[in-house]
């Protein structure tokens, strides 16, 4: 198993094993300046016979630091499930070309990242997502309130520049099947598109609806829907290896 290098503390509970770390947010999209935050998801794993425990949640089964790192760790069985649905967040940890933690354990599951993949899920997490997003903060311009909603009010650059970078995303795994996380040559674009939220809602919504249709043209190869038995095979063979 890779020895941890990582700069931060991982506080998992007794019988918890850590699988899989990465360094995400801004730092891997290329896009970080001097005063970014440097944000990490992983992977953990509960012992199997926790699982029978009374009071086990799995939606819940996650663990968010916050010192002296922005750290967010989901337990294997809820990560697998937030893929399958196409969550972006989680989605783009199976392909950062490096991995601050590695445990062999998780392999299988970047091995077979490809299966997790489906046209209808990636349309609706991603692209449906972000053209929500401009819709809403069109709205909100025209009935005088500033940003995306109160809690993005002071960052409605950033977030718009996280809502196109997720459509750029949508675009390569309908077409490649992959994706490449560092968007840096992408960088003017997306931070034109960012000032374009501040500055011109209408023209920011528009541009996600005229995206939004383009991407819905795309020939991909792609099946309609992930395959979710795989996703549960893996996991069934997961928990019973580590029983």
């Known amino acids: 198993m890779t020895e941890p290098t990582y700069p931060t503390a991982i506080d998992l509970l007794a019988g918890e094993d850590l699988l899989l770390l990465g360094v995400t947010g801004s730092t891997a999209y290329g896009l970080s300046h001097e005063d970014s935050d440097v944000d990490r998801l992983g992977i953990y794993c509960l012992p199997t016979e ?11 089964a996650s663990h968010v630091l916050t010192d002296p ?22 989605t783009e940890l199976l392909y950062l070309d ?29 692209t449906g997502y972000a053209v929500a997003q401009a819709k809403r903060l069109a709205n909100r311009a025209q009935a005088g309130q500033k940003g995306f909603n109160s809690d993005l009010a002071n960052r409605t650059a950033k977030h718009g520049r996280h809502c196109f970078r997720l459509m750029l995303q949508a675009e390569q795994l309908l077409t490649e099947g992959t994706i490449t996380v560092d968007v840096s040559e992408h960088r003017d674009e997306l931070f034109a598109v960012g000032e374009l939220a501040e500055s011109d809602v ?42």
């Open 50 to 60: 926790a699982l029978f425990r009374l009071g086990f949640n799995q939606s819940k």
């Open 69 to 90: 790192d922005d750290v967010q760790l989901h337990e294997i069985g809820k990560y697998v499930a937030l893929v399958v649905k196409g969550n972006p967040t989680v």
């Open 202 to 243: 209408d023209a920011f919504a528009a541009k996600f609806e005229e995206r939004r249709q383009y991407i819905d043209g795309l020939d991909s190869g792609l099946p309609d829907l992930p395959d979710v038995a795989a996703a549960e095979q893996f996991l069934i063979d997961f928990r019973i290896g580590n029983l």
């Open 98 to 126: 490096t991995h601050e933690f590695l445990d062999p354990r998780i392999e299988p599951l970047i091995a077979m990242r490809s299966k997790l993949l489906g046209k209808q899920t990636i349309k609706a997490a991603y």
